[in-house]
T-cell receptor, first 113, second 118 residues
Framework: EAGVTQSPTHLIKTRGQQATLRCSPISGHTSVYWYQQALGLGLQFLLWYDEGEERNRGNFPPRFSGRQFPNYSSELNVNALELEDSALYLC????????????FGPGTRLTVL | AQSVTQLGSHVSVSEGALVLLRCNYSSSVPPYLFWYVQYPNQGLQLLLKYTSAATLVKGINGFEAEFKKSETSFHLTKPSAHMSDAAEYFCAVSAPFAGGTSYGKLTFGQGTILTVHP
């Protein structure tokens, strides 16, 4: 069974640009979560999507947004990139929403120059 | 509200020695607790989880953890360290029945980097 996949592996952008990160959950999973792992800040919860709806959101500005598609894959969009957005962005999926284990993908390394 | 504290950002052990990584949590509702491991340039891999069943939880690669409600702890142990155990370990808490801002999310500790010496 394939795990959570994320693309691209690496992404380099300049300040002010927009970044789009993609995530495909494990087959049969309907929930997708996004986390940011920034140097010195640890792992921070960004967003949770379930059945196409945003269920919860972490303490991040509105320029961080996303969506979930009918096939349960997800996109994370970061607008007006700032240098401090440089981080590893991890996607996770689960099959039963909040009560189920989250399984993580390998991440997308975003570098903002 | 939830929080996790991992005592010791770096732990160093000799190969064959006991591994003990400490985790204390705070949660306003009965928590689910997890340990994940992260190897360099990779995502997180689940080691084990506690979901209010047995308090001693066995995971992969010989790791286990014990939930102690009175101490609000969930320490990770392994009797004998291997070189391949060198990685960063994260303790996490969720409150799946909490609702509100804690609903559905994992709250992570700051991580403990485990070094194993030959």
């Amino acid at each position: 069974e394939a795990g959570v996949t994320q693309s691209p592996t690496h992404l380099i952008k300049t300040r002010g640009q927009q970044a789009t990160l993609r995530c495909s959950p494990i087959s049969g999973h309907t929930s997708v979560y996004w986390y940011q792992q920034a140097l010195g800040l640890g792992l921070q919860f960004l967003l949770w999507y379930d059945e196409g709806e945003e269920r919860n959101r972490g303490n991040f500005p509105p320029r961080f947004s996303g969506r979930q598609f009918p096939n349960y894959s997800s996109e994370l969009n970061v607008n007006a990139l700032e240098l401090e957005d440089s981080a590893l962005y991890l996607c996770a999926s689960s099959s039963l929403g909040a009560t189920d284990t989250q399984y993580f993908g390998p991440g997308t390394r975003l570098t903002v120059l | 509200a939830q929080s996790v504290t991992q005592l010791g950002s770096h732990v160093s052990v000799s190969e064959g020695a006991l591994v003990l990584l400490r985790c204390n949590y705070s949660s306003s509702v009965p928590p689910y607790l997890f340990w994940y491991v992260q190897y360099p340039n990779q995502g997180l891999q689940l080691l084990l989880k506690y979901t209010s069943a047995a308090t001693l939880v066995k995971g992969i690669n010989g790791f286990e953890a014990e939930f102690k409600k009175s101490e609000t702890s969930f320490h990770l142990t392994k009797p004998s360290a291997h070189m391949s155990d060198a990685a960063e370990y994260f303790c996490a808490v969720s409150a799946p029945f909490a609702g509100g801002t804690s609903y559905g999310k994992l709250t992570f500790g700051q991580g403990t980097i485990l070094t194993v010496h030959p």
